[in-house]
């Protein structure tokens, strides 16, 4: 067993450092603080993005115009071509495409992209899919199926 990591219920976990124990750890004396000043004594913490005074970045940098990123919808993406992994006539869905491990479950929405060939029928189950996707799946004689959030076929809505 290495010395760096210590083994609870089958889990590696890395070794506490011990700090403050003498010269020979490495970690002696100041306890990795440095001499004088805030961050010397216990209790301290700075809040994330302090910059001892000097004026912090986030607020260097100019800001402007908007951004979409708080609001953004993010899906789970997979080309059709990573389809082929499925069997004729099988149905496909986000569950089925992480359990094959073809993509990671980043969000409980899936878009189909139409990246490569489709040489299956498939019936996919999607919320999103490109044009090209479309295509694709039904010149192969598979069928799309367009599902909202909750996995409910968004035509019987």
């Known amino acids: ?37 805030w961050g010397q004594r216990s209790g301290t913490s700075r809040r994330p993005g302090y ?21 953004a ?10 389809l082929n992994a499925f069997d004729d006539g099988a149905t496909v869905d986000l569950d089925m495409v992480t359990s094959k491990g073809l993509a990671s479950k980043l969000s409980p929405l899936m878009k189909v992209l139409g990246n490569g060939d489709l040489k299956k029928r498939l019936t996919v189950r999607a919320q999103k899919f ?7 799946i039904k010149a192969a ?9 909750h996995g409910r076929d968004a035509s019987a809505c």
């Open 1 to 37: 067993m290495d010395l760096n990591f210590v083994e609870q219920n089958g889990i590696r976990y890395e070794d506490r450092r011990r700090v403050g124990r003498g010269p020979g750890s490495g970690l002696g004396k100041t306890a990795g603080r440095g001499h004088k000043g």
């Open 51 to 71: 910059e001892g005074g000097q004026m912090p970045i986030y607020r260097r940098v100019p800001k402007r115009g908007f951004t979409n990123a708080r609001f």
């Open 73 to 82: 919808t993010d899906y789970t993406i997979i080309n059709v071509d990573k």
């Open 130 to 136: 490109t044009k090209s996707a479309e295509e694709k």
């Open 141 to 149: 004689g598979g069928t799309i199926v367009v599902i909202d959030a």
